[in-house]
Every structure is written in C-alpha cells, then in structure tokens.
C-alpha cells in the first residue's frame, strides 16, 4: 500500500500508564496509536481518544466499576476486571488494559500486499483505520479513512 510508505508509527509501550499514553498522542497530534505489549509479543488493540473518555467513565463513576466487578469472569475480561481494580484504588493503569476499551476503534491489521479495494471494504464495514503489518509482525504504517478520502479527493 503506497499511500502510506513513508509514514512514522507511534506505537505505545502497552506498560505505560494510561496519562503517559494521552501524552504521547498529544504530542505526537494523533488520534490513535497501536499498543505493543511486549509479554504477549503482539499488539494488544489501538489507543485512542474514545478510550480515554470511557476509562474517564469507569474511574468517575466508582460505584458502577465497583458494581461491575460483581459480575461475573463469563460477563467481564478479566483485563476489565483488572482496569477496573487499579482506577477503584488510583494506581496507574497500564494503557494496554485501556486500548480498545470503547469498543468503537478494534485493531484490524493488513499486509503490504493487500489492495487499495480491500482496504475500503474493511473501512466500509465501519473500521477507521487499519495498521499495515510486515512479514515479521511489526507495523509499517496505519491506513485511515482520511488516507483514502484525501487520495480520491487528490487524484
């Protein structure tokens, strides 16, 4: 995918607390940005503004986290279940239990090769953005909508 070649990744340590993280994207003037959790060796989902606002939710609204830590493992991740505990007793939470937790962003990785009509079919579905992922697993670049919209609008 050519429309994206030269383009820096952010990507943000899936360790670094979840303020560290809204830095990163503000410095950086980005909405989102892959979490790589070095554990795992994968990337765990994309951070982005709407997870900011939904971890603002939990941790404003105490008595509805805790209330959610009565449901069930079956009803709740256990990464929930974690996010939840640590902002209940204000300690930093790591930003990989906070990526994708909105629901309204998910990680959808590509390779080099797929087409540009691929593409827009998976923005079509209602992805936003996709990461472009080499053969070693590692993010080359992110294609967004914005990407293809400013192409068709160019050419």
């Given at each position: 995918i050519d429309l994206v070649a030269?383009?820096?990744?952010?990507?943000i340590d899936g360790e670094?607390?979840?303020e560290e993280a809204c830095d990163i994207l503000t410095r950086n003037n980005i909405?989102?940005?892959?979490?790589?959790?070095?554990s795992t060796?994968?990337?765990?989902?994309m951070f982005d503004w709407?997870?900011?606002m939904t971890y603002l939710l939990i941790v404003l609204k105490k008595k509805d986290a805790s209330k959610q830590l009565e449901?069930?493992?079956?009803?709740?991740?256990a990464e929930f279940n974690d996010l939840v505990k640590l902002a209940s007793h204000c300690q930093p939470v790591p930003v990989k239990l906070a990526?994708?937790?909105?629901?309204?962003?998910?990680f959808y990785s590509v390779l080099p090769e797929t087409s540009l009509l691929q593409v827009v079919e998976l923005f079509g579905s209602g992805i936003h953005r996709v990461a472009v992922v080499d053969a070693d697993g590692v993010i080359t670049a992110i294609f967004t909508q914005s990407?293809?919209?400013?192409?068709f609008y160019q050419n």
């Amino acid at each position: 995918i050519d429309l994206v070649a030269d383009q820096k990744v952010i990507v943000i340590d899936g360790e670094v607390p979840i303020e560290e993280a809204c830095d990163i994207l503000t410095r950086n003037n980005i909405s989102s940005a892959p979490v790589y959790d070095a554990s795992t060796k994968s990337y765990s989902g994309m951070f982005d503004w709407a997870d900011v606002m939904t971890y603002l939710l939990i941790v404003l609204k105490k008595k509805d986290a805790s209330k959610q830590l009565e449901k069930s493992d079956a009803e709740l991740s256990a990464e929930f279940n974690d996010l939840v505990k640590l902002a209940s007793h204000c300690q930093p939470v790591p930003v990989k239990l906070a990526s994708d937790l909105s629901k309204k962003n998910p990680f959808y990785s590509v390779l080099p090769e797929t087409s540009l009509l691929q593409v827009v079919e998976l923005f079509g579905s209602g992805i936003h953005r996709v990461a472009v992922v080499d053969a070693d697993g590692v993010i080359t670049a992110i294609f967004t909508q914005s990407t293809v919209d400013n192409y068709f609008y160019q050419n």
